[in-house]
């Protein structure tokens, strides 16, 4: 046991502090009454309160919050089917909270940049590997050729 008022470790027979020379057993007994009073108070006849409800009260320790119910949207597919990156990283933020949610959302993205993969990539290499100086020059003598008509 510590003094109150200084911090000065005390023994259970000391009723003053050596240090600061306060009181210690007036201060619990006050202590005990006060609380004593308070509970007689609150579990009064007259009192709406009953002791054995207010025993039941839910604590911090106990309170577990509600999970919103997860019931998935065909939009989290298509979400994750146009955006492949938000959807994984939602299948990723997701998979313990809203399983359901998760699996519709990783699944779009999946198909999706499986997609971006087949025929996204192919027609980017084929543009890449075009002779593009040849095709400005066509285009070219096309526009000339049109000054004729």
């Not at 009192?47 to 997860?70: C, G, L, S, V, W």
């Not at 313990?96 to 949610?101: H, L």
Request: some cysteine; proline content about 5%.
């Amino acid at each position: 046991m510590y003094c109150r008022f200084c911090g000065n470790k005390l023994s259970d027979e000391d009723k003053k502090c050596p240090s600061c020379g306060k009181e210690v057993e007036e201060l619990v007994e006050v202590k005990e009454e006060k609380i004593k009073i308070e509970e007689e108070e609150l579990f009064s006849k007259d009192n709406i309160y009953d002791k054995n409800r207010y025993a039941m009260e839910p604590t911090f320790e106990n309170y577990k919050p509600e999970k919103p119910e997860d019931t998935g949207s065909i939009g989290y597919g298509f979400l994750g089917f146009f955006f492949p990156i938000i959807g994984f990283i939602l299948f990723l933020v997701w998979k313990n909270d809203k399983p359901v949610s998760a699996k519709q959302v990783g699944i779009g993205a999946l198909i999706g940049f499986i997609l971006w993969i087949v025929i996204i990539v192919p027609i980017i290499c084929c543009c890449a590997s075009m002779d593009w100086d040849q095709i400005i020059k066509d285009v070219e003598n096309n526009q000339q050729m049109l000054k004729y008509f």
